[in-house]
């Protein structure tokens, strides 16, 4: 919970510190992230990120996605609408640009930052599984339908480099970070205490994450593009 509080009030504070000041000319930089919306690892969002550059090396940016639709969804009972969000509060570092002797100087490692992240996501939505009984006569599969939700929130590294077009932006990012899961599966008949065994088929690599054994602490890693205006 404490953690949570915590990431909110710099959440808050980045957006504060966005509009709080008097504007510079093209201080401000509005972006879609147009990876996150195709993004089948976790859930796709339409996202938005507003950066406010307080100089030419130091920035802060708020992001925040809401989830409208899905991807490649087959379940065959669906109790829980799909539906999920995220936010993301960030603190950049130009060191580059920070760095340089000659300050009048364009250049294009100019728009490579570092910085730190804190993010949050919950989404829900319902799935299945098949599974049959381990060292048992019974060859019979069986399959489950359940209801999964989850709750995320973790810091980040992030590396990135920012590409002016005249006024339009193009963003290439990487983040690296810790993250704590809580994932809550609801009507689950699936139980590997039971002896169960899973058998999707090769395909289901990332299956596991949407089981509450999942839950904890995990590394966490992105990357992806945002798109951008300046003004």
Do not use: W
């Amino acid at each position: 919970m404490k953690l949570k509080l915590l990431f909110l009030s710099t959440l808050l504070f980045c957006f504060t510190s966005t509009f709080s000041q008097e504007k510079d000319e093209r201080s401000y930089i509005l972006k879609l992230n147009a990876t996150s919306l195709v993004d089948g690892f976790s859930f796709p969002t339409v996202q938005l990120a507003l950066e406010r550059k307080f100089n030419k090396s130091f920035s802060v940016q708020g992001e925040f996605g809401l989830q409208l639709y899905e991807l490649g969804q087959s379940v065959d009972t669906v109790s829980l609408d799909a539906k999920g969000f995220r936010a993301m509060a960030e603190g950049r570092f130009y060191f580059l640009n920070y760095y340089k002797k000659d300050k009048n100087q364009k250049r294009i490692s100019d728009g490579v930052y570092v910085g730190i992240q804190l993010f949050y996501r919950e989404n829900q939505f319902s799935r299945n599984t098949n599974y049959y009984f381990e060292d048992s006569e019974n060859e019979n599969l069986y399959e489950d339908n359940f209801d999964v939700k989850k709750n995320i929130f973790g810091a980040n590294l992030a590396l990135g480099f920012q590409k002016q077009f005249g006024h339009f932006v193009l963003e290439p990012y990487m983040y690296i970070g810790i993250m704590k899961r809580d994932i809550k599966n609801i009507d689950r008949s699936y139980d590997p205490d039971l002896g169960h065994l899973e058998d999707n088929g090769p395909h289901d690599f990332f299956g596991d994450t949407d089981m509450h054994e999942s839950s904890g602490y995990k590394a966490n890693f992105s990357f992806g593009l945002r798109i951008g205006y300046r003004f």
